[in-house]
């Protein structure tokens, strides 16, 4: 329950925006605008995860579809970036299918699993 009392608090804060993914009452996902900033970046991080049970049928490209323009739309954001661990395929689909464009290799970026990984960084420039 802290992790949800934090995101609401960064909710209120500005800083991010949660959604669920719902078949019915059952929550089969989350995408998260994580780490916003205003004045002259105007950007956002996108996270997410879609349950194995739902892959595969496009589920997690309209969610980051929606996300994309409710950033641009109703957040004002100026771009949304993304990051990948370079293996993971699936993730880079959702991202190519929504727009995004590649940055390139960030080496070292996120602690996964206990361990600095390489990620791909992904950008979509919204206007
Ligand atoms: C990444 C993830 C969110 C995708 O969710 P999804 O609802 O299945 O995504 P979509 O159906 O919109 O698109 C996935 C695409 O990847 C493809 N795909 C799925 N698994 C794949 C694999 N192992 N190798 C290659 N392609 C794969 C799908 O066929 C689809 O491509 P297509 O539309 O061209 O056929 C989901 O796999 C997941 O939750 N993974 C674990 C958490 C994670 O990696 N989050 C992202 C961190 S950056």
Not at 6 to 31: D, H, M, S
Not at 91 to 111: R, W
Request: hydrophobic share 45%; charged share 15%.
């Amino acid at each position: 329950m802290a992790s949800v009392d934090a995101k609401l608090n960064q909710y209120e804060a500005g800083r991010l925006v949660p959604w669920v993914l719902l078949q019915g009452e059952r929550i089969v996902g989350t995408i998260t605008l994580n780490d916003i900033v205003r004045g002259p970046f105007l950007n956002g991080h996108v996270a997410y995860w879609v349950d194995k049970e739902f892959n595969g049928h496009g589920v997690c490209s309209a969610a980051l579809a929606f996300v994309v323009e409710t950033a641009r739309n109703e957040l004002g954001l100026h771009r949304v970036q993304a990051a990948t661990l370079c293996g993971n395929v699936a993730s880079q689909k959702v991202l190519k299918h929504t727009g995004f464009d590649e940055i390139g290799l960030a080496p070292s970026y996120l602690k996964i699993a206990g361990q600095w990984q390489d990620h791909m960084l992904y950008q979509r420039v919204l206007y």
